[in-house]
């Protein structure tokens, strides 16, 4: 029996292709045995080295994370304290406390929200002149009356007084004794009148006459000097008194520039802490916490901290948080993005979508 197999196993050798093939079994199958050996060998390190990557990447991002969140944590405990605000221009500190609303550094914020209610304007001193204008038509007996109210020790009936005899000589055809009562009233500075603090008031009311006198260029450089004012937050206004005068200036000038959008998204975020504030109601509870916001297609990051008798808080916008952002950390092949819970990216660049 053995003979016979031996004897037809050569003589199967024997026959064409049958060695090439016995060969190949012997060579091949031993190769794809090694290969697939291999393949999985590779795959084991693609995936360890995988494994190490994003070990390192959620390292990294905790770490990231970590400091970010120290540092935010030193911002709520400094926030009691005066001076040492972070860098950058888009930054505010802002202190609450039953009718008063204020900020640091003031000139940072256009328009602050209705925490202090607004001084009202006297009308009573004024109704015997008015009377005297409007009733009987007898300007010059109105003038005696608003020159004479013009002396007055209280600042806002002198700014009341100064608004209406400049009503009242326009409408007298005296224009150089108006332009020279608006100049006397723009001197006091807040005191209330009917549309904002007197200086806003006389100073657009004084550069309108000058308009209406053919003298534009004059016009025209008040009406710029004092829009940079407005938008520079100049005064403590609310955000209808602003808007009021930030478009009746802007429609006097050809070129007039946009408002500061920063400063804008800054003052609405303001007014964000400050309903957080208006919200504690009373009691002695301490409120405190951070949160990220989307105001105006910006990102603003708020913090507070405080209690119903006083409670102070920070906005930043992304200048400020890319300073924050900068001091982290990382391995410099790896990117990190900061995203709100939103979705919204802050910083960073946003990740790739899949497919």
Known sequence: ?????????????????????AFLIVTLLPACVLGALGWQLYQQDVALESRYLQDRLEHAADRAVAAL??????LQDALAVAGGLPPGDDVVRV?????????????????????????????????????????????????AVFRQLAESRDATIRAGALLRLARTLRNSGR???????????????????????????????????????????????????????????????????????????????????????????????????????????????ISQGRESVWIDDRPVLLVWKGTAAAMNGLAAGRGCL??????????AEIALTLADSEGHVVLGVPPPRPG
């Not at 029996?1 to 093939?21: A, K, Y």
């Open 175 to 285: 224009q150089d004794e108006a332009l020279a009562a608006y100049e006397q009233m723009a001197l006091l500075g807040a005191a209330p009148v009917g549309a904002g603090p007197a200086a806003l008031v006389a100073r657009r009311a004084h550069s309108e006459l000058l308009l209406a006198l053919g003298r534009r260029h004059e016009a025209d450089v008040e009406t710029t000097a004092l829009l940079a004012d407005l938008r520079g937050g100049r005064w403590k206004l609310d955000r209808s008194t602003f808007e009021f005068h930030a478009q009746g200036l802007s429609a006097r000038l050809e070129k007039p520039g946009a408002n500061p959008e920063d400063a804008l998204a800054l003052s609405a975020a303001v007014t964000r802490l400050w309903e957080r504030y208006r919200d504690l109601g009373t009691g002695d509870g």
């Open 1 to 21: 029996m053995l003979q016979r197999q031996d004897v037809s196993l050569r003589e199967w050798l024997r026959r064409p292709g049958h060695l090439l093939i």
């Open 69 to 74: 969140d120290a540092q935010l944590g030193r």
């Open 322 to 331: 890319a300073f924050l952002w900068r001091t982290l950390s990382t391995p």
């Open 95 to 143: 202190a609450f406390g039953p009718g008063a609303v204020d900020a640091e550094p003031r000139d940072r914020l256009l328009c602050y929200p209705p925490g202090a209610p607004s001084p009202n304007a006297p009308t009573q001193p004024f109704l015997r002149g008015e009377a005297l204008e409007f009733g009987r038509r007898d300007a010059e007996a109105a003038v």
